[in-house]
């Protein structure tokens, strides 16, 4: 069986691209891995997510380990099969989610014990368990169990958190043990500090992992501070192995986050934002739901090669929004996931053919220019 | 542009096969439209309908006139643009949905006015608007307007019903004009009243039509007089035109329509139970909520391949139905509506092969097996 491994091709800059090479497949980094929660990219059929450019999905442990249970899943042949997506999937640890989903969660050096929000059926994850359930799951890419603390937040208290991931970090690899094939990726944790943000990745080094991730970003703390962050954080970390800031973001996070060397990204917007009607374009975002777009035959993004785009007009799209039919749904999920994963391919050319501030600069030109004036 | 045209292939008993020829490709009968109510069948994409091997879809009037409106459809180039859907669209009248689902209807001698049922605004349907409106849809098969009784009736009120839809008939007829290419069937009406059912299929053959629905059936009368009143309504219209039942129905009320000389019907069931969790199989119907269902690896039926049978287990179409993701609407969908299209499939080959009989056999014992055993 292959080992997991990444391969940096080009660097320009801060921003890298490159191969993560898995037995289920190759990554190109910079990656973009759509959230297929509950074992399902929502509204997408996998074969429509791989047609939009996606080599990797991510799943959700604290969800799939409620609904439809990890024993279950693994039970049936484990996640790729269930799902019906033959490439990698990364998981994460399930410990975002307990503290932003679950009730009545209660934290101890041991783990966290909480309330399903489905049924208030009452659970427990620990380090040494979200390694059991990821392995249930099959997943390619294993996440380290860790606290994520809301920002702001005082520094004691983010030390401490921290302090405990990287028990837990040291738990979760002890755990993992040896499986070949699959790879263990660490979370850095420390907030805005940048001396607790070194502490973490010094700790996590010191453990070995096969990839590193920038956690406990994208919460609240806004662009500025995010970016602010990733300038010392992305650096802490090992220059050959996969980088990857969790649950960011909108397309200017991620192109900002590549241009400070983050290799892999995931999050729901895309997604999310096809079912409420939020479209993203190269020049920016568009509400389909306005009136202006009732009578406009024009597609959503002339330069876009997606079937809502080569397909269908606005007008049609209104239509199916306000009359609420799942095609809508399923159209500006397909359209939105097409538009991150066309802007992933052209930062990855861009980083090879050394054009990245090119790429970035006509980038934030077009988005300035807002959407098409309506007819 | 080429006439639409009716070639009957085959005949055996009653039950016939052929061919429609329109200038939007061709239709194989016996056929079954699913419905695209709001320019979309719910859940799936038209190259997905196409796949499942449906030749035509029916649009509904109704909802189209009032969102995004006939004019609307018009001016971006009609319905099948609009709705990316090529080949034939039916449409029918509106008369059915004015009466299932509008407020405050009132019936004259002109017309009907209602309320819309989306946003209470005063609307009018006559024999003349509801020509213009599939007009500017630009459908293949327009339907006369007519009105629909509620079964059961009595006698006097359906008579004069049917008379009325009889004048309105002969104004569609007149309204609708010379549109080469277009086509445009009469509907039987007269409850469940053989010499009523005559008396309304000689009026429509005098007026002259391209086809001849059986209208008013599948409206609460039971399968048995629904059947009880095919075996001499399909009869009395002509033999040389597509005979199309409305609104029908469940498998074996179409395999016993078929039996009866039908050669078109259209239905929400497939689509809707595919939303509802209802899943139409060769040994009958099973329902995906049920926990017998939870870890089953096996397909809803391991002799279909649509994509939920080949790609999924019950197990998983199970998960996603509870969890009410999406995709669970767009697996049951997508194989409802490929058992639909491979039973008429099944039927044409039937008839052209003289063992229709034989083919109903098979039907019936098929289903009396019931669902397979739990594991």
Redesign the interface.
Known sequence: MTKFSFTRTAQDGRARTGVIETTRGAIRTPAFMPVGT???V????PGSVRETGADILLGNTYHLML??TAE?IE???GLHK???WERPILTDSGGFQVMSLAALRKLTEKGVTFKSHIDGSKHEITPERSMEIQRMLGSDIVMCFDECPALPADRARISESMQLSMRWAARSKEAFGDRPGHALFGIQQGGLEEDLRAESAAALREIGFDGYAVGGLAVGEGQEAMFGCLDFAAGQLPEDTPRYLMGVGKPDDIVGAVARGIDMMDCVLPSRSGRTGQVFTRRGVLNIKNARH??D?RPLDDRCDC?ACR???R??L???F??Q???A???MTWHNLHYYQTLMAGMRDAVSEMRFAAFEAEFHAARAEGDIEPL
């Open positions: 509950a074992a399902t929502k509204a997408m059929l609904r439809p279950r039970r049936l042949g269930f799902m019906n009732a009578d035959p079937p397909q269908y007009s007008a049609y209104h239509h199916v306000r009359s039919e799942i095609i749904s399923m159209l």
